[in-house]
């Protein structure tokens, strides 16, 4: 049995099997997932678990070097834009921010090996991560 890291053997699966420039999602629970994209559902209630619980477990685990958020996050949900800057800004590793448009950050889930969703409830919480090399 797992002493530390994601518990969750699906996203511990989906998490070993990245390679550099492979991307995963982390949505609310209104994110629409296209069928031919893993989804790993994580909801149980509204609310629980968070998206910021759920990201900050993920990218304890994975090496990111980009995100990509709704531009839309700026306006309707900055609370959590400043939670997901904090959070990297704590991280100190090289990493870019793109900013998109919602129906664009869908469009790109497409491309994702994996979303994971969660019971978050606020809007466009929902984010792209690109896996960085971890070597050099």
């Known amino acids: 049995m797992k002493k530390q890291g994601i518990l969750n053997s699906d ?10 420039t492979d991307t995963i999602a982390i ?3 209104g994110l629409p997932i296209p069928e031919e994209t893993e989804r790993i559902d994580l909801a149980l209630k509204f609310g629980v678990p968070s998206f910021m619980e759920t990201l900050k477990a993920v990218s304890e685990d994975m ?9 839309e996050i700026k306006e309707q949900n900055p609370e959590v834009l400043r939670q997901i800057e904090a959070l990297f800004a704590e991280k100190e590793t090289g990493f870019t921010v793109e900013f998109v448009t919602h129906t664009e950050l869908k469009k790109q889930t497409k491309e994702c090996k994996a979303v994971i969703r969660t019971g978050e409830t606020t809007p466009y919480a929902n ?3 690109q896996a960085a090399c971890i070597f050099a």
């Open 11 to 20: 996203i511990s699966r989906v998490l070993s099997y990245l390679g550099h």
């Open 127 to 129: 984010i792209i991560l």
């Open 27 to 29: 949505g609310d629970c």
């Open 63 to 71: 090496a990111i070097e980009k995100i990509v958020l709704a531009e």
